[in-house]
C-alpha cells in the first residue's frame, strides 16, 4: 500500500529553501577557486608558449664559464625564472631571521619575568620565626 498519493510534487511549492522570500544563494565552495586558479595557470602557459614560439631565434648564453645557444624566448624564460627563485630565497631567510630573533626575544623576556628563587639560595631558617630555633 503506497502512502503516497498523487503528484510527489505539487504546483505551488518552490524548490529549495526559502530566506525571506529570497531564494537561499547558492553556497561557495573550495572547488570553485581552485578552478579559477587553474584556468588562470592555463592562461599565463599558454601565453608563455607563444612568448617562446614567437622568439625562436638562437642566441649565445655564457653563465659562469659554460657558454651554448638557446632560443631567446627560453633563455629570458631561464632569466626570469632564476630571478624569481633569488627573490624567493632571499624573503624566505629575512623571515626566518626575523622569526628567530622574535623567538629569541620572546624567550628572554618570559625568563626574566617568570623567574622563581632557587631553593638551594634560601637560608633554610629563614621562614622559622626568631623565638622559635
Known amino acids: 500500500m503506497s502512502r503516497f498519493t498523487g ?3 505539487s504546483t505551488n511549492v518552490q524548490p529549495g529553501p526559502q530566506i525571506n522570500d529570497r531564494p537561499r544563494p547558492v553556497p561557495r565552495v573550495r572547488a570553485g577557486g581552485s578552478l579559477v586558479a587553474f584556468a588562470a595557470s ?12 614567437q622568439n625562436g631565434q638562437r642566441t ?8 651554448g645557444q638557446l632560443q631567446m624566448g627560453v633563455a629570458l624564460l631561464l632569466a626570469a625564472v632564476f630571478g624569481v627563485l633569488l627573490v624567493t630565497v632571499q624573503a624566505t631567510v629575512r623571515r626566518i631571521i626575523q622569526l628567530r630573533l622574535l623567538t629569541s626575544r620572546h624567550r628572554t623576556t618570559s625568563y626574566t619575568t617568570n623567574t622563581r628563587p632557587d631553593p638551594a639560595d634560601t637560608d633554610p631558617g629563614t621562614d622559622v620565626p626568631e623565638g622559635r630555633n
Open 7 to 9: 503528484s510527489a510534487r
Open 42 to 53: 592555463a592562461v599565463v602557459l599558454l601565453l608563455l608558449l607563444i612568448f617562446i614560439l
Open 60 to 67: 649565445e648564453v655564457h653563465f659562469f664559464g659554460a657558454q
